[in-house]
C-alpha cells in the first residue's frame, strides 16, 4: 500500500483513499482544514464509503479536503474546512451501522479523560443488580430508568432507591461485584491507551464507591469517585452519605480535573450514558453519549450507538496497532 504526499493529496479537493491519518495531520493541514469527521464501523467501511460520504460534505457546503484509513474498514477520517454542523447532520445514520465523530482537527488527542461508570464503563446498572439479591429488581430498574432519562430528580431518586435496600447483607455487595458486573468491551484499551500517552483517567460515578473502586483500579483510572453506602451492624442501612454524587459532582470533577492538568477544555473527553451525565458531557472538549438515553444522545456533540468504547481512540486518531489492550 503507498501512500501519497500530503501536497499531492491535498492538490485533489477528494484525495483517494488509502492516506495515512492520523494526529499529524491536524498540524500540517489544521489552518485550511480545521475540522475531521471520523467514521467509526467494525469492519464495513468501504472505499465506496468513503468517497460518497466526502460528496455529501461537499453538497453540504463543508468543503472537504483529504480522507483515509485510521484503521481500513474500521475508521476513516474526512477532513473539511468548515460548517461541522453541518457535518453531522450529512454523515449521523448515513451509513449502516457506523457512528460518527465531527471535531475540531486541532484538539482532538485529549489529555483528559472523565467517565461514568454504570452502562458506560461496565454493562450493568450496580443499584440494579443489588436489588435482584433483595428481590425487587424491577421495582428499582424503573426508577433507575426513568431517573436516567431525565424524568425524575436524580439525587431524589437516588435516595428512594437505596432506601428500598435498608436491611440487605453487606456480603451482597461482594457478591454483585463478582457475580454481575462486567467491564464493557474497549473500557479497558481506551483508559489505558489514553493513560499510556500522558492523559489523566477519572471514574465518577453517581453509583457506589464499593462498586467503583474495584471497577476503576481494574480498568485502569487514576482514581474513582462514587457515593458511599452506609453500612452497620453488617447490613445496609438504607441510606447514602451526604452530598450525593450527581450531575454537578460530575461537572465539577471534570472542571477541576482541567484546572489541575492546566490544559484547554478542549483536551478534555467525557463519556457517559444518563441524565446526571449531560452537564459534563456538554462542557467537555468532546462529549460523548455512550449508547445513551433518547435526551442525552440528542444533546450530546458525538454518539456512539454501534461501536465499544475504542470508537474513542478512533475518534482521536488512533490506529489499533498504538492500542494497550493488555
Known amino acids: 500500500m503507498t501512500t501519497p504526499s500530503w501536497r499531492a493529496a491535498m492538490a485533489s479537493a477528494s484525495a483517494d483513499l488509502p492516506l495515512a491519518v492520523g494526529p499529524a495531520m ?3 493541514f489544521g489552518r485550511l482544514f480545521m475540522f475531521t469527521a ?9 472505499a465506496g464509503d468513503i468517497s460518497t460520504a466526502m460528496d455529501w460534505l461537499r453538497d453540504a457546503g463543508c468543503a472537504p479536503g483529504a480522507s483515509g484509513w485510521i484503521d481500513e474498514g474500521d475508521a476513516a477520517d474526512l477532513i473539511f474546512g468548515m460548517a461541522p454542523d453541518a457535518a453531522r447532520t450529512a454523515l449521523e445514520g448515513a451509513f449502516a451501522q457506523t457512528d460518527v465523530v465531527v471535531q475540531s482537527s486541532l484538539t482532538r488527542t485529549k489529555t483528559l479523560l472523565v467517565a461514568d461508570m454504570d452502562s458506560t464503563m461496565i454493562t450493568v446498572e450496580c443499584i440494579d443488580e443489588l436489588a435482584d439479591y433483595a428481590g425487587i429488581k424491577p421495582q428499582i430498574a424503573e426508577i ?4 436516567m432519562r431525565g424524568e425524575l430528580d436524580f439525587e431524589a431518586a ?9 436491611g440487605l447483607a453487606e456480603s451482597d455487595i461482594e457478591r ?4 454481575r458486573v462486567t467491564i464493557m468491551p474497549g473500557a479497558k484499551a481506551l483508559v489505558r491507551t489514553m493513560r499510556s500517552r500522558g492523559a489523566l483517567a477519572v471514574l465518577v460515578s453517581g453509583g457506589f464507591t464499593r462498586f467503583a473502586e474495584p471497577v476503576a483500579k481494574a480498568i485502569g483510572f487514576d482514581r474513582a469517585i462514587a457515593n458511599v453506602l452506609e453500612v452497620a451492624g453488617g447490613v445496609l442501612t438504607g441510606t447514602v452519605t451526604k452530598p450525593v454524587v450527581g450531575s454537578a459532582t460530575k461537572l465539577t470533577t471534570l472542571n477541576a480535573a482541567i484546572a489541575e492538568r492546566g490544559i484547554a477544555v478542549e483536551e478534555a473527553l467525557a463519556v457517559g450514558d444518563g441524565a446526571n451525565d449531560l452537564a459534563m458531557i456538554e462542557a467537555a472538549g468532546l462529549g460523548v453519549a455512550f449508547r445513551a438515553k433518547p ?4 444533546a450530546a456533540a458525538a454518539r456512539v450507538d454501534h461501536g465499544d468504547l475504542t470508537a474513542l ?12 489492550v493488555a
Open 144 to 147: 433507575t430508568e426513568r431517573a
Open 295 to 298: 435526551m442525552v444522545a440528542a
Open 313 to 324: 481512540l478512533h475518534a482521536q486518531g488512533l490506529p489499533r496497532r498504538d492500542w494497550i
Open 176 to 179: 454483585c461485584l463478582a457475580e
Open 38 to 46: 471520523t467514521l467509526i464501523a467494525s469492519g464495513t467501511l468501504t
Open 26 to 28: 491536524s498540524a500540517t
Open 158 to 166: 437516588l435516595d428512594a432507591r437505596v432506601a428500598l435496600l435498608k
